[in-house]
């Protein structure tokens, strides 16, 4: 059974960079799959950030207007999403996912970010 | 890119069936039949339900369709039990290769 936990720090400072890891198990990510990022900011709806693959190409939202870089760890089975340049509209729960073809097929249970001073 | 439309709450009484619609520009559906939709259950991790407009994963019950028609998904919750109170994400795969969401339908059992 897949599954995917995210950590990171609660509270980033404004215009610092928002660091997260989201933690893998249950299948390797030496070989296979697509790995992304979704946040959801307090009371909306959800806005996906971006994906990267086993061979480390990425894709990302444009809305994100190159603040957002992902990475991917296959030694260690993680991936992480690092965002800068943070303002409170970053505030949000982060969720990580494993892709399916054109879906988010397994998500992690999600990690409240919040960008105060 | 817009959010895809939802309605922001659907009720039912338990045993009815409900459909969530979720609305878009022809442009958000893409060339793909990519629909697909998640259900955020209090307490839980967000979990997929349905995938490519009408398939279900493993372990979904046969209660939940999807269907979409136009530039308008459904997705259809059969013989509504309590536990299917939560809030559901359309998501689709757009022709400008972005992920777009939908803005949510909470679904409450009566």
């Known amino acids: 059974q897949v599954q995917l936990q995210e950590s990171g720090p609660g509270l980033v400072k404004p215009l610092g960079t928002l660091s997260l890891t989201c933690a893998v198990s249950g299948v390797s990510m030496k070989t296979t799959g697509w790995w992304g990022w979704v946040r959801q900011p307090p009371g909306k709806g959800l806005e996906w950030i971006g994906e990267?693959?086993?061979?480390?190409?990425?894709h990302y939202n444009p809305s994100l207007k190159g603040r957002a870089s992902l990475s991917i760890n296959k030694s260690e089975n993680h991936f992480s999403l690092n965002l800068t340049s943070v303002t409170a509209a970053d505030t949000g729960v982060y969720f990580c996912?494993?892709?399916?073809?054109?879906?988010?097929?397994?998500w992690g249970h999600g990690t409240l970010v919040t960008v105060s001073s | 890119q817009s959010a895809l439309t939802q309605p922001a709450s659907v009720s039912g009484s338990p045993g009815q069936s409900i459909t969530l619609s979720c609305t878009g520009a022809s442009s958000d559906f893409g060339t793909y039949d990519s629909v697909s939709w998640y259900q955020f259950h209090p307490g839980k991790g967000p979990q997929l339900i349905i995938f490519d407009v009408n398939d279900r994963p493993s372990g979904v019950p046969d209660r939940f369709s999807g269907s979409k028609s136009g530039n308008t998904a459904s997705l259809t919750i059969s013989g509504l039990q309590s536990d299917d109170e939560a809030v559901y994400f359309c998501s689709s795969y757009t022709s400008s290769s972005v992920y777009v969401f939908g803005t949510g339908t909470m679904v409450s059992v009566l």
């Open positions: 996912a494993r892709m399916g073809f054109y879906n988010f097929r397994t």
């Open positions: 990267t693959s086993h061979t480390g190409s990425v």
